[in-house]
């Protein structure tokens, strides 16, 4: 990961090529970086996993924000011209001050796949692996009430999450 400056104010390089930034607050977000490099093969694309400070889920929203503006600020400034973020909790706690914050700029966020799983559930029954903060989120309750009649959703919270390699 490339330090993060703080630059007072959106200066794009002038040397950086345009590209899509992609950001994280660890690793997950390298399958959204895979799919959008195999929807989109010649868009240069530039990944930060502000693994730092991950996870974001167990932070308050306030501090997603002020990450999120932070990354999303060192992304612009090296020449992004859209945004995906790559983070359930992100997406939840910031996409909206983000998109307020840089109105001509294309941000693109993710959410907990409720509609498709609903869709492939022969059941109705699903499951959702997801942080405190995702689940504690507006964005998520909303969802959860676009769901159909009958359609139930059990949620799991997750703590921190290590990988141990052997």
């Not at 703080?6 to 590209?19: D, E, H, K, W």
């Not at 996409?95 to 609903?118: F, M, N, Y």
């Not at 964005?139 to 959703?153: C, E, I, N, T, Y």
């Amino acid at each position: 990961m490339m330090p993060l400056s703080a630059p007072s104010a959106f200066q794009p390089s002038l040397t950086a090529p345009a590209c899509i930034g992609v950001f994280d607050s660890g690793v997950g977000g390298l399958s959204v970086l895979r799919a959008l490099h195999q929807q989109l093969p010649a868009a240069p694309l530039l990944y930060v996993a502000d693994s730092a400070h991950a996870p974001y889920g167990e932070r308050s929203d306030a501090f997603v924000i002020e990450r999120s503006q932070h990354v999303a600020q060192h992304l612009l400034a090296e020449g992004a011209v859209g945004i995906v973020i790559a983070c359930n909790t992100a997406t939840a706690a910031a996409a909206q001050q983000l998109r307020a914050r840089w109105p001509d700029v294309l941000i693109v966020g993710v959410e907990p796949g409720l509609k498709p799983a609903v869709a492939a559930s022969r059941s109705g029954r699903i499951g959702v692996l997801a942080t405190p903060g995702t689940l504690a989120s507006e964005k998520f309750r909303k969802l959860l009430h676009a769901q159909p009649a009958g359609v139930s959703v059990l949620s799991f919270a997750l703590r921190s999450m290590s990988i141990a390699l052997h």
